[in-house]
């Protein structure tokens, strides 16, 4: 069984203490810097600074959480990640409408 550490940010913008590199959320989700360089450019998780080279890329909490779903997806269901990235993007696109129907009081949690 793999172990992998998530790391919260507390504050706003990451330290690089805090900021996963490219490597480091490959090694975490089981895959190797190209599928991570596949996340990216289909938008799965934003590098910062995604014009330099993968080396120096970093990555908040949330986007290992995302390629770990993306990870998930593709394994538990054999999706590409074309279609992770999609499916992904409706879950968050729902989450955001519930948060907005529970503010005006029409769905309870």
Known sequence: MSSYTVIAAT???????QALAALELAHAC???????????ALGI?????ASASPDAWRFHSADLQCALEARRLERDFGVSLDAAALILDLQHEVRRLKAIL????LVQV
């Not at 504050?11 to 203490?17: F, L, N, T």
């Open 102 to 105: 529970r503010r005006q009081g």
């Open 45 to 49: 998780v934003e590098a910062h600074d």
């Open 11 to 17: 504050s706003g913008e990451m330290g690089s203490a």
């Open 30 to 40: 089981g895959a190797d810097i190209s599928w991570v360089t596949e996340l990216v």
